[in-house]
Structure formats: structure tokens, C-alpha cells
T-cell receptor
Framework: DVKVTQSSRYLVKRTGEKVFLECVQD?????MFWYRQDPGLGLRLIYF???????EKGDIPEGYSVSREKKERFSLILESASTNQTSMYLC?????????????FGNGTRLTVT | AQSVTQLGSHVSVSEGALVLLRCNYS??????LFWYVQYPNQGLQLLLK??????LVKGINGFEAEFKKSETSFHLTKPSAHMSDAAEYFC?????????????FGRGTSLIVHP
């Protein structure tokens, strides 16, 4: 079974801090995603990656960056955290290569910026 | 651009009653459609998916969904609700972008089950 692990369940950071959210998957999936989940807004795509060192902007990339140096790891970076980035962050992975496979999600990181 | 509309942010049913969660999509090409479920304090997990072929798709936990092209709908149903079905449900449509298939999610429907 695919396992997607997010390093932290809860994080509390201060405004202006640089924040790293880490995600690791163990099934050799090509695609990895970062979503943000807010009540009433559903899931919004921040960034995705379909290969090592490749990244594509999603719907709401402003204020975020990502890094994918290894196939199994996809990091989300908040360069200077702000209170409006308080949210639930979900990482996911899927098979690539043109295959329309479902996403496998981690359990999420709830980030609070004070 | 593809989009998904889930009608009703909350649906409340009694235990044993029919569950109907509505999803309509817009797509310029034959769609790939998914339903995911999110239990409290967890990530999303796949309930079922439609790609091609049979329009009635069966998923886990007794759920099923019917793809109706003429209505651009993919509603999720379960004949008899159980307390354990209380969760957030998301419909998603997949589109090809940037070298891979990228799902777009609806805003979610919270299913409340009363004893």
C-alpha cells in the first residue's frame, strides 16, 4: 500500500519565519502535489511536480516555493510566513507517465502562523 | 478549464437512509472523475473512479456513482447510511496539464449521519 508521510501533523510558526513542510512517498510515484485545504474552499493546488527537479505552479503559488531533489521527497517552503497562510496542507502522490491514476494523500499538516 | 460543482456544503441523513451527494462537472474532453472521502484528522482516500466503460461505478464501503454525460453529473449514492459514513466527500475531475494528469477538486460536502 502506498504511504505518503508528512513530517509534522501540527506546526506553529511566527509571522516572517521561513517554514519547511516535508513530504515523503514510498511507492516510486512520479507525480507529487501540495494542496491547501480551507473550510468552504475545498482543496486548492499550490504546486506539483511530475519529475525530479521539475515543478509547475498550481492555482495559488504566491508566497510558496517547492523543492524536489529526490523522487520520493517533495518539500513546500513558505519563504516568509504570514497569518493568511494558516491552513491545512496536504501532500499527495500519483503515478505519472501519462497515466490518470488516483492521488494518494498524507494525513496533512495543520499550520498556524501567529 | 475544467471545474467541479458540489451542490450542498452539508448533507444530513438519518442512519439507514439513502445517501445522495451531488457532483456536476464541466469538461471539454471526456472526463476522468473521482470521489474521495476524508475522515476527521486524516488525508483523503479514494472511494471510486470513472475513466471509461461502464457508467455505474462501484466503490468501497457500499458507495457507487453513475456517470451521466448528458447531465454532466457524477452523483455519489449509498442505499443505507451508517454512522461511520460521517465524513467530508470530495468530487474531482482530472485534466492533462504540464506533463501529467492534474485533478481539480470540488469544495466538498460534509455528510452528517443522525442516529
Amino acid at each position: 500500500d502506498v504511504k505518503v508521510t508528512q513530517s509534522s501533523r501540527y506546526l506553529v510558526k511566527r509571522t516572517g519565519e521561513k517554514v519547511f513542510l516535508e513530504c515523503v512517498q514510498d511507492m516510486d510515484h512520479e507525480n507529487m502535489f501540495w494542496y491547501r485545504q480551507d473550510p468552504g474552499l475545498g482543496l486548492r493546488l499550490i504546486y506539483f511536480s511530475y519529475d525530479v527537479k521539475m515543478k509547475e505552479k498550481g492555482d495559488i503559488p504566491e508566497g510558496y516555493s517547492v523543492s524536489r531533489e529526490k523522487k520520493e521527497r517533495f518539500s513546500l517552503i513558505l519563504e516568509s510566513a504570514s497569518t493568511n497562510q494558516t491552513s491545512m496542507y496536504l501532500c499527495a502522490s500519483s503515478l505519472g507517465g501519462g497515466r490518470n491514476s488516483p492521488l494518494h494523500f498524507g494525513n496533512g499538516t495543520r499550520l498556524t502562523v501567529t | 478549464a475544467q471545474s467541479v460543482t458540489q451542490l450542498g456544503s452539508h448533507v444530513s441523513v438519518s442512519e439507514g437512509a439513502l445517501v445522495l451527494l451531488r457532483c456536476n462537472y464541466s469538461s471539454s474532453v471526456p472526463p476522468y472523475l473521482f470521489w474521495y472521502v476524508q475522515y476527521p484528522n486524516q488525508g483523503l482516500q479514494l472511494l471510486l473512479k470513472y475513466t471509461t466503460g461502464a457508467t455505474l461505478v462501484k466503490g468501497i464501503n457500499g458507495f457507487e456513482a453513475e456517470f451521466k454525460k448528458s447531465e454532466t453529473s457524477f452523483h455519489l449514492t449509498k442505499p443505507s447510511a451508517h454512522m461511520s459514513d460521517a465524513a467530508e466527500y470530495f468530487c474531482a475531475v482530472s485534466s492533462f496539464s504540464g506533463g501529467s494528469y492534474i485533478p481539480t477538486f470540488g469544495r466538498g460536502t460534509s455528510l452528517i449521519v443522525h442516529p
